[in-house]
Each structure stands twice: as C-alpha cells, then as structure tokens.
C-alpha cells in the first residue's frame, strides 16, 4: 500500500495537483506558496517574462536561498541530504509544471 496522496496546490492563481507523502501535506503547500510569492514577484518586475521562465527564475532563486542559508548558518536544520531531497522535488514539481502548460499550449 502506497502512502502517497494527491493534493491540490496553488500557484501563480493556478490549481495544480500533485502527490506528495502523507503527512507532507502542509509542507507541501507552504512551499507552493512560497514559490507562489516568488513568480508573483518576478512577474511583478518582469511582466514580459513566460510563465515557464517565471518558474525557472522562482526555483533557482528558491534553491540559492536554500545554500546561503545554509552556508551562513551552521545551526540550519536543513542538511545536504535535505537539500537534495527539496532540489529533487522541485526538479520534479518544475517538469509537472511544464507538462501542464504544455497541455494548456495545446489546447
């Protein structure tokens, strides 16, 4: 028996649905808002931008957060494996993402 779930999260006004753990639910969606935050900000100051570049620039600022974090705090709970883990999710999340508006570009 599986315990993977699917979701809905939100991100840039857009429901998407996405399988995580169980038990992984709330982490999930705060980091689809987080990312949320970071297109809307980017789009904010680039609004000729595609939304597939939004989402690119939104992970690589995400991921740079993530190591200067890391790199100036030592007593950061997150440890390599953890950012692995969260790169390979997003990584995952980002070619979701892209096989939706691909979807949506067909339609």
């Known amino acids: 028996m599986s ?3 699917v979701i809905k999260i939100e991100i840039n006004d857009k ?3 996405v399988s995580c753990k169980s038990g992984e639910e709330e982490r999930v969606k705060n980091s689809a808002k987080l990312v949320s935050e970071t297109i809307k900000e980017l789009a904010q100051s680039n609004s ?3 939304e597939n570049r939004l989402l690119v620039m939104s992970s ?4 740079d957060k993530i190591t200067a974090n890391s790199n100036i705090n030592n007593d950061v709970s997150l440890d390599k494996k953890n950012i692995v883990e969260l790169l390979d999710w997003l990584d995952d999340a980002t ?3 892209n096989k939706v508006a691909t979807l949506f570009d067909e339609s």
Not at 60 to 63: E, K, N, Y
Request: glycine share 0%; aromatic share 6%.
């Open 3 to 5: 315990d993977e779930i």
């Open 15 to 17: 429901i998407y649905p």
């Open 48 to 50: 000729s931008a595609s």
């Open 60 to 63: 690589l600022i995400l991921a």
């Open 95 to 97: 070619l979701r993402l």
